[in-house]
């Protein structure tokens, strides 16, 4: 990772606290690893969803993917998007609700279709640029996470009940889908 070489300018670390550490992403409390793993988890689908030829594997692929983005946006809006309130501006947690909403209607779209349909490979290639901007909102620089990163929730603790939270709507939601 790039951040590594940003990171050994460590001196001023220990003395004081210095206002604005960098963020250099190779210290993330458990909350914030756990939801970037899932970004680039659902990145990786979106990327392979490109390379597949034949319907049944696409609707298999996307299947997984939106099991794991309504998974993914389900935790953040019950655990990190409200505990956030105060920490982060309210403007990027209203935008990222928002966000979460379009993808959501995507979603449903697509999943109301057959692969082979006009327009399908549209939404979905749509759908994924659509959650790249938003984790982009939600990882970069000043951005979501790192604003939640500075403020004072424990963010370790929120990790386990991401993490729990996480499991339990899969096991939930992947039993719904299996029609
Ligand atoms: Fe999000
Ligand atoms: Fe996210």
Same mark, same amino acid.
């Given at each position: 990772?790039?951040?590594?070489?940003?990171?050994?300018?460590?001196?001023?670390k220990?003395?004081?606290?210095?206002?604005?550490?960098?963020?250099?992403?190779?210290?993330?409390?458990?909350?914030?690893?756990?939801?970037?793993?899932?970004?680039?988890?659902?990145?990786?689908?979106?990327?392979?969803?490109?390379?597949?030829?034949?319907?049944?594997?696409?609707?298999?692929?996307?299947?997984?993917?939106? +099991?794991?983005?309504?998974?993914?946006?389900?935790?953040?809006?019950?655990?990190?998007?409200?505990?956030?309130?105060?920490?982060?501006?309210?403007?990027?947690?209203?935008e990222?609700?928002?966000?979460?909403?379009?993808?959501?209607?995507?979603?449903?779209?697509?999943?109301?279709?057959?692969?082979?349909?006009?327009?399908?490979?549209?939404?979905v290639?749509?759908?994924?640029e659509?959650?790249?901007?938003?984790?982009?909102?939600?990882?970069?620089?000043?951005?979501f996470?790192?604003?939640?990163?500075?403020?004072?929730?424990?963010?370790?603790?929120?990790?386990?009940? +991401?993490k729990?939270?996480?499991?339990?709507?899969?096991?939930?939601?992947?039993?719904?889908?299996?029609?």
């Open positions: 990772m790039a951040a590594a070489a940003k990171s050994s300018s460590a001196k001023s220990s003395a004081k606290p210095r206002k604005a550490t960098r963020r250099t992403g190779t210290r993330d409390p458990l909350a914030i690893r756990l939801l970037k793993q899932d970004h680039r988890e659902v990145e990786k689908m979106f990327d392979e969803y490109e390379q597949l030829e034949s319907d049944s594997e696409k609707q298999a692929l996307f299947d997984k993917i939106a +099991l794991a983005l309504k998974v993914h946006t389900r935790i953040e809006e019950e655990i990190l998007y409200p505990e956030s309130r105060g920490e982060v501006e309210d403007d990027l947690i209203d990222a609700y928002v966000e979460h909403d379009g993808a959501k209607k995507l979603i449903a779209e697509i999943e109301a279709m057959k692969p082979g349909q006009e327009f399908y490979d549209a939404k290639k749509v759908l994924g659509y959650i790249k901007h938003h984790v982009k909102e939600e990882e970069q620089p000043g951005g996470f790192a604003q939640a990163k500075k403020g004072d929730e424990d963010l370790e603790a929120m990790g386990e009940r +991401l729990a939270r996480k499991e339990e709507l899969m096991t939930q939601m992947a039993g719904k889908a299996a029609h």
